[in-house]
Structure formats: structure tokens, C-alpha cells
């Protein structure tokens, strides 16, 4: 089925339940989908998986396969229907292929038994958790309108005891975005996360107030901010930076890495340039364009009328991709920082530009701090890749560079140019506020902002 000009592989998240979840997280965006299926069961049939499955592996040049479940919540289905998934992955497969299943969830059905069943079949889990009990509970309840945090800890606490490999995946909203070091700290000392995931969570509202696709142009007051966003990455950033890179893994950090050593990806589809490589597969095997537009205008086909290599090569679909850079507005594309981050995601660019051009990106305040103010740590960190250094060495850097560029504020005079590099008189920039202090920015950060 595949030729040279398929793509290695097609990543799909397939959605056994649809939109079926036993919580109802007050921000979530999938619920609102089930409204797509009237009097469906949101299960999905084993034709369906069956049909998946093999047309994923045919639709893989690459010898490794990721099968990527998410929901809704995929556990719903049961531990029997994943199994079939690991026989029909055995019954396709081709000679010398391994497969990778991946998996979304909230982490409250788990048990001994799934969680053997994960580490048997070298699952990757990821499981959501907002932060510590109070910033967790806010938004994540059940149907009842019950916390969840303990039951969540109890699955995450499964998944450790049977060495279940996991991911954290956070999403960053209204409230917990005013605690970025509290989130920080206790994913990474009290869920004993190395590797973490951060959501901006927008739920976009038209003007009844009311959000179920992509439309509107306001948000809910559950929404992160703009800045609240720039202010949470920079903050964990700065802790991160100093005590923790090369052992725990942030994701937007990993695809800043990337972006600004020039790699051809940054692993993120929204810090690419083009996107539309990652389609979403609902219960009944309708394929979508992106897992964040499950709804009719991105409906591609189903997979069981078309493979899914037809579906993925459809202009439809190559628009969709392209259109992520081709509608980039003006201030995106004369942005600074655009190489890291090439206007986010479509699905938040529902603001216009001061010249009233359509396509800005509602986060842009947020991302656009926090790219200038990694700029610095970056460089260094890519050249010292670049020369085969690990990256725990950024550490050592900038505490060398910090302590030099301490010393050298202490030792300058009122009339001195700034030590920052600015051109200022000192009394003028940095000891400006020198009541006996000057502004402790380390000194990359402050030639960063000329
Ligand atoms: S656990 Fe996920 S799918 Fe379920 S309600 Fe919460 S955000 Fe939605
Ligand atoms: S629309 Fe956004 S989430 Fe979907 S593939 Fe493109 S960048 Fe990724
Ligand atoms: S920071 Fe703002 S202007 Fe720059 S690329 Fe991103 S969204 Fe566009």
C-alpha cells in the first residue's frame, strides 16, 4: 500500500469510546463531542479494530508502529478489548516490526490487573493530574462533581508499583497557572514524574456562550491567560534550567531544544511549521483531521469505506497541514521568535491582529515572553549539544555565568555601563532599583531583552 512519497508512518489517536469518559473535568472539550453520535454506543466494534490496526501497519514504511489510544477514556473499553488489539497487532504484523502502544488516561479504573497488562505489553500511560489535591480537585471531578485526586494518585501509584512507564500530562488553566512552581515541584517530588506534558486549556465560547467546535472568539473564565501561560513556563523553566535538565523532561522544553538546534521537528506539532501529520480516529473509524477538530468540516472518511492512506493523502488533508503556515498572520511572520513558535496551533488563532488581519493567536502575549526569555539558556544549550556535550552541562554554564555576572553588577559604579550589556549607565539600567539590590535577571536574559 505504501509507496515513497507515503509518508514513514501515519500517527493516528484512535478513540475506542469516542467521547465517553466516567469523569466530567469542568473544562473538558471531548464530552461536548458525544453530541456528534447521536444514539451511538461508543464502542468500538472489533471490525473497526481490526480494520485500524491493519491499515495503520500498512500504512507504516518505518518498522516501528505507535498505536496511540486516547479518549474520552479509553480503559472504559475494558482490558479484554486491548488484548485483541495486541492479537490483531501479532496477526498483521510484518517480520521485524515492534509496536508501541501508547495511552491517555484519567487513571481511575486502573488496577493490578491493568497495570500488569501495560507493563506485559510495554505500554506508555499517560495520566492527567492537575497539580496537588486542591489545584486537581478544582477542575477535575467526576460525574457528581467529586474529586478525583486520590483516586488518580491510587492509579499513579499502581502504574509505579508494577513499573508501568508514564508520562504526566498537566493542563494549565485559569487556576493552577498562578502556581506554576507548587504544579512543578509536586509532579516532579510527589508524583515522581520524569517526564511532563503541559495542556493550555481554552475553552472557546460563541456568543450564547456556549462551546462545542472550534468557534467563538471568547473564552471561559477557566481559560488560561495569555500571560498567566508565559508566566508558568518561565517560572518552571527557571527551576528547571538551574537543578533539573537532563532529568526531568518537559515537553515544550524538549521541542524548544529541537527548534533551536534546527532540527527538521520539534516533536510538537504546534512548534512545527506545518502540521497535520497526527489524525484522530473516532469508535466507528471516521478519521479526522486533528484530534482537536473532531467535527464534520475535518471529517476525512471512515476506514472502513477508505484506507487511511487514501484519507491521509487527501488535498483536504494537505491543506489542513499547510494552512498552519500559509495563514500565518503578518506579526507571526515577521515574529522574532516565529522559529520556535510558528504561531502555536490553529485552534487558538481566533483573534485579529492590530492591523485587523485574522489568524493571531490568543496565547501569542504568553508563548512570545517565554521563547525571548529561554533565548539565552538555549543557545547555550544547543551549541553544547552541537559539540557532543550532555545537556546537564546548561547547569554548570549558567551558574559560572550567573556568578560572574553577580560579581560584576556588585563591582559596577553608578556612572559604569550596565554589566548587562545594554549600553545604559548602570545607574541608569540595572541599578536603577539599587536600594543595595540590583534586578537579580541573570546576565544571558538581560542581553537577551536589548
Ligand atoms: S478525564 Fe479527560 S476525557 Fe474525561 S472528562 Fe476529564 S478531560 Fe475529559
Ligand atoms: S491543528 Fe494544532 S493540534 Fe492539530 S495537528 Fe495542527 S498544530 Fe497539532
Ligand atoms: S510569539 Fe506570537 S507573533 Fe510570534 S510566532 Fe508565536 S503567535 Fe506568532
Redesign the pocket.
Known amino acids: 500500500m505504501t509507496n515513497g512519497k507515503t509518508p514513514p508512518r501515519i500517527h493516528v489517536l484512535a478513540k475506542p469510546t469516542g467521547a465517553i469518559c466516567n469523569l466530567k473535568c469542568s473544562y473538558c472539550f471531548f464530552l461536548s463531542k458525544e453530541s456528534l453520535y447521536p444514539g451511538s454506543t461508543f464502542r468500538m466494534s472489533d471490525e473497526v479494530l481490526d480494520h485500524y490496526i491493519r491499515q495503520l501497519i500498512e500504512a507504516h514504511r518505518a518498522n516501528k508502529v505507535t498505536v496511540a489510544w486516547q479518549g474520552g477514556e479509553p480503559t472504559l473499553m475494558g482490558i479484554d478489548f486491548f488484548r485483541r488489539a495486541i492479537e490483531y497487532q501479532h496477526k498483521h504484523q510484518r517480520p521485524g516490526m515492534t509496536f508501541e502502544n501508547t495511552l491517555q488516561t484519567n487513571g481511575t479504573l486502573l488496577d493490578d490487573e491493568w497495570c500488569e497488562f501495560f507493563r506485559d505489553h510495554g505500554f506508555l500511560i499517560g495520566i492527567s493530574v492537575d497539580g496537588p489535591r486542591e489545584l486537581h480537585d478544582a477542575y477535575r471531578v467526576n460525574k457528581r462533581g467529586r474529586p478525583t485526586f486520590d483516586r488518580v494518585m491510587g492509579g499513579l501509584r499502581l502504574l509505579q508499583k508494577h513499573d508501568v512507564e508514564y508520562n504526566i500530562l498537566t493542563t494549565v488553566n485559569r487556576l493552577n497557572a498562578d502556581h506554576p512552581l507548587e504544579v512543578y515541584r509536586f509532579l516532579r517530588d510527589q508524583a515522581g514524574a520524569t517526564w511532563m506534558q503541559f495542556i493550555p486549556a481554552i475553552e472557546r465560547l460563541d456568543e450564547q456562550g456556549v462551546f462545542l467546535f472550534q468557534e467563538g472568539k471568547m473564552v471561559s473564565d477557566r481559560s488560561v491567560l495569555p500571560e498567566q501561560l508565559g508566566n508558568f513556563l518561565v517560572t518552571i523553566f527557571d527551576e528547571w534550567v538551574r537543578r533539573d535538565v537532563g532529568r526531568v523532561f518537559v515537553q515544550t522544553f524538549e521541542a524548544s531544544v529541537r527548534n533551536w538546534l534546527g532540527l527538521p521537528s520539534s516533536g510538537m506539532c504546534v512548534f512545527d511549521a506545518t502540521c497535520g501529520q497526527g489524525l484522530a480516529m473516532e469508535h466507528n473509524g471516521d478519521l479526522y483531521s486533528c484530534d482537536h477538530f473532531v467535527e464534520p468540516r475535518h471529517l476525512l472518511g471512515n476506514i472502513l469505506r477508505t484506507h487511511m492512506i487514501e484519507l491521509t493523502g487527501l488535498p483536504q488533508q494537505k491543506k489542513f497541514g499547510r494552512d498552519k503556515m500559509e495563514t500565518?498572520?503578518r506579526?507571526?511572520r515577521e515574529?522574532?521568535?516565529?522559529f520556535?513558535?510558528?504561531?502555536?496551533c490553529p485552534r487558538n488563532?481566533f483573534l485579529t491582529t492590530q492591523e485587523e488581519e485574522p489568524g493571531?493567536?490568543y496565547?501569542?502575549?504568553g508563548?512570545?515572553a517565554f521563547?525571548h526569555h529561554i533565548d539565552g539558556p538555549m543557545k547555550i544549550l544547543a551549541a553544547l549539544l552541537r559539540r557532543g556535550y550532555p545537556a546537564a552541562q546548561l547547569m554548570e554554564v549558567l551558574a559560572e555565568n550567573e556568578g560572574q555576572s553577580a560579581k560584576a553588577f556588585a563591582k559596577a559604579g553608578r556612572n559604569d555601563p550596565c554589566p548587562c550589556g545594554s549600553g545604559r549607565k548602570f545607574k541608569k539600567c540595572h541599578g536603577l532599583e539599587q536600594t543595595g539590590k540590583f534586578r537579580e535577571e541573570p546576565l544571558n536574559s538581560a542581553r537577551r531583552s536589548q
Open positions: 500565518l498572520p506579526c507571526c515574529c522574532e521568535v516565529r520556535a513558535c510558528q504561531g502555536e488563532r493571531m493567536n496565547l501569542c502575549a508563548y512570545k521563547f
